[in-house]
């Protein structure tokens, strides 16, 4: 039976291949990292924070700069290969710094650090490379595909974690999420052909004015400026809730870590599920739909992971994991399809690169008040006080500039009047 939608390309298929090992390979270390800081290094709540946040400092130093270079060169498959190689190295330091007896909390910070740097140049260019080998009228799809191995990974990946941490302990099992990104180096390498982008910026005309542009354009289209802010200000929340919910369940609740795994596993079934429906269901409803209303139907689900307790109740942290999971990643594979179809593509890595600047800022400080609420007041109340934020974000979602089409530019979105208004563009799969 021949291959239809985004995998009858090769050069995706591998793509994808690579990226499913490497994001099985992260969320063990999503679980390992602190609960090696936790456990071995007897970490603090704010430490924990702390520890999440530092990897997006990188982008608040360099994030604009990256894009605007990302989008110069015609070889981004190139730089996320050079990228994985240095991801690879920095999380590779932490299980030789452990078994060399140096392992501190500083070496911790500075391996997060290092991996974001990294992390800068892999996530800026991964969008724009997507958009250059995948039809227009299959990036929804193809976008759901991606998300949907990072939430493959987000269900079996702490669990993962959780038997490695306990069987060779925290820090050897980051060995697993090092070797991950060795096989995303080697599917890129397996791609055949340069893969040279047509869409690279032929005209420079210096760093600052090309940030300029790309912020300007950012900033003066009201849909692209609207998904930024809302996935920002969603990320803040969920960051806040992410920052103390091992701490969360491991001292208030009293689970071990395999448990812990398994709750994490909830979170990862309901983003697979959302990345699984995100091209039926904006097939059936239309994109500024789903991107509209699928954080503000989901997120009123997070108010029931403050309520867990060691017993029956625990169940209720893998109900609100998994709804509030589902609609967030229904979300993310919207805005990105839009984001991939709407802007100039000579100026996706920037627009992306600006977008990433404000989650960038967002994130670490969500994890960092997670980590100081949650160290003055308890993890319980850190909790719920962004599950609270994070349901009127979905009120503001709903409300704001995704409520109504520009009318100059509506046709740019798919599905919208559930038809295909963009054209496809050439699969190149060398």
């Known amino acids: 039976m021949a291959r239809t939608g985004p995998f009858s390309s090769r050069s995706f298929r591998l793509l994808w291949t690579g990226q499913s090992v490497n994001q099985l390979g992260s969320f063990v270390s999503t679980l390992a ?3 090696l800081a936790v456990t071995r290094l007897h970490a603090s709540t704010f430490y924990v924070g702390e520890l999440e946040a530092v990897e997006w400092v990188p982008s608040v130093l360099i994030g604009l700069q990256a894009g605007a270079l990302i989008d110069r060169t015609r070889h ?8 994985n190689i240095g991801q690879a190295l920095a999380l590779g330091s932490v299980p030789v710094t452990a078994v060399s007896g140096v392992l501190s909390l500083g070496t911790l910070l500075a391996a997060a650090f290092a991996a974001g740097l990294f992390g800068v140049f892999f996530q800026t260019s991964y969008s724009p490379y997507v958009r250059s080998i995948v039809p227009a009228d ?3 799809a193809a976008n759901g595909w991606l998300q949907s191995s990072q939430s493959a990974a987000q269900i079996s990946g702490p669990p993962l974690g959780g038997l490695l941490v306990e069987a060779v302990g925290a820090a050897t099992a980051i060995v697993a999420d090092a070797a991950s990104f060795l096989v995303s180096l080697a599917s890129l390498a397996l791609i055949r052909g340069d893969m040279l982008d047509p869409d690279a910026q032929a005209d420079r005309t210096g760093i600052g004015r090309e940030v300029k542009a790309g912020l300007r354009q950012l900033l003066s289209d009201p849909l692209l400026r609207a998904l930024a802010v809302i996935a920002a200000l969603a990320n803040l929340l969920l960051t806040s809730i992410g920052a103390v919910e ?4 491991v001292r208030t609740v009293g689970v071990n870590a395999g448990t812990v795994g398994i709750m994490f596993a909830a979170s990862g079934v309901g983003g697979l599920a959302g990345a699984l429906s995100a091209s039926r269901i904006d097939r059936r ?3 500024r739909r789903v991107a509209r209303f699928a ?3 989901t997120a009123p689900f997070a108010l029931l992971l403050p309520l867990a307790h060691r017993g029956p109740t625990l169940a209720l942290f893998g109900v609100g994991a998994f709804a509030a999971t589902f609609g967030i990643v229904l979300a993310s594979v919207t805005f990105a399809s839009i984001r991939q179809i709407r802007c100039p593509p000579a100026l996706l890595g920037r627009v992306l690169a600006g977008s990433r600047l404000l ?6 400080l969500g994890a960092l008040a997670g980590g100081t609420i949650g160290q003055h007041l308890g993890p319980r109340f850190a909790i719920l006080g962004s599950a609270i934020g994070y349901a009127v974000v979905g009120v503001v979602a709903a409300a704001g500039p995704l409520r109504k089409p520009d009318r100059a530019r509506a046709a740019s979105l798919p599905g919208d009047t559930h038809q295909e208004a963009q054209a496809a563009v050439t699969a190149r799969d060398a």
């Open 33 to 35: 990292l602190p609960l």
């Open 76 to 83: 981004k498959r190139a730089v996320m290969m050079a990228a």
């Open 138 to 140: 299959q990036l929804v």
């Open 246 to 249: 091992v701490v969360f369940l």
């Open 285 to 287: 409803v239309g994109t």
């Open 295 to 297: 954080i503000l139907s």
């Open 359 to 364: 989650m960038a800022v967002t994130i670490p």
